[in-house]
DNA sequence: TAATTAGTTGAATATTATTCAGTTTTTATG
DNA sequence: CATAAAAACTGAATAATATTCAACTAATTA
């Protein structure tokens, strides 16, 4: 076999979909080429990023999902931008935000299991620079990405 | 004019979108019915919930990103799965968990300003049973939804 | 109010997805 | 290990869909 699944796994995470102007035409009864332009202009203007899939994430392989506040060491503190681009790159996170309180960085990480967790975590104290952590786990997922699982 | 562009962005939220096989195809050299076949696959066993697009928040006019944790009220505590729920159907909300921790429901929420975030918050507070809640801003979004922004 | 720009739309074309039937590969079973 | 059954792969034909284009209409600007 091939083991094309994992491969579209990933490539659907961020992208290679499209809108069905059809199927919006259908719904909201306007002609089809209506629909396009005003498609085309949203990607224009840069409001419409990517067109990806949202999965049921332990289906994938990634039913553990974690939530980690995290603060930086003295030399990298000051510089959270730079730690967040290189967290960015990791395909175990599904997002990066620089957030205001008592920690800096706050870190949605999807992985298999509390191994995999650890694995990250235990990684990333030295490859990044955390200094404390905070995890919050998820013990159920009622929403993500604004779809209903 | 229409104002088909509002229609689009929340119908694209969540859906109305659909994976581009030929692109996928040409991407890892394999034959498009291979690629459709597998992508079926994935859709039947339910390992992919929906495609949908990702936007620049701040260009559709919901540039305010916060976390929020909240903690039930007593009569709450203990179902906290019945709130998520309710939340869930909140179009404002990207996501809601039950995670671990002092705090029982940890919201995703995207409004356009702090003027709206107050309003959900305060609206919250009665509808939901918030007896507490910390609220950790988004000042930068690095990532989401496994797209780089 | 004239001129320019932005938005809408039907018809034609180009592209892409889907179906189907045949083949190969893998897995299960005696 | 042989063989049957199931799952995965694929090319050719068809169906569905997106895209282009040119004409038109509405909105905005000078």
Chains 1, 2 share one sequence.
Request: net charge positive; with cysteine.
């Amino acid at each position: 076999m091939k083991d094309i699944a994992l491969k579209l796994i990933s490539m659907f995470k961020e992208g290679y979909c499209t809108p069905q102007i059809s199927q919006v035409a259908k719904k909201l009864k306007e002609p089809s080429t209506t629909i396009h332009y005003n498609i085309k202009k949203l990607e224009k203007e840069g409001a419409i990023r990517s067109y990806k899939a949202v999965f049921d994430y332990k289906k994938i392989g990634e039913g553990y999902c974690t939530y980690i506040l995290t603060r930086l060491t003295a030399e990298k503190y000051g510089h959270p931008e730079e730690v967040a681009e290189k967290l960015a790159q990791d395909p175990r996170v599904e997002s990066v935000d620089i957030v205001t309180g008592d920690y800096e960085i706050l870190i949605k990480l999807r992985v298999k299991d509390i191994d995999e967790y650890y694995a990250f975590v235990k990684e990333s104290v030295n490859k990044y620079g955390f200094a404390k952590t905070i995890s919050l786990a998820s013990l159920k997922q009622i929403k993500t990405e604004f779809v209903r699982l």
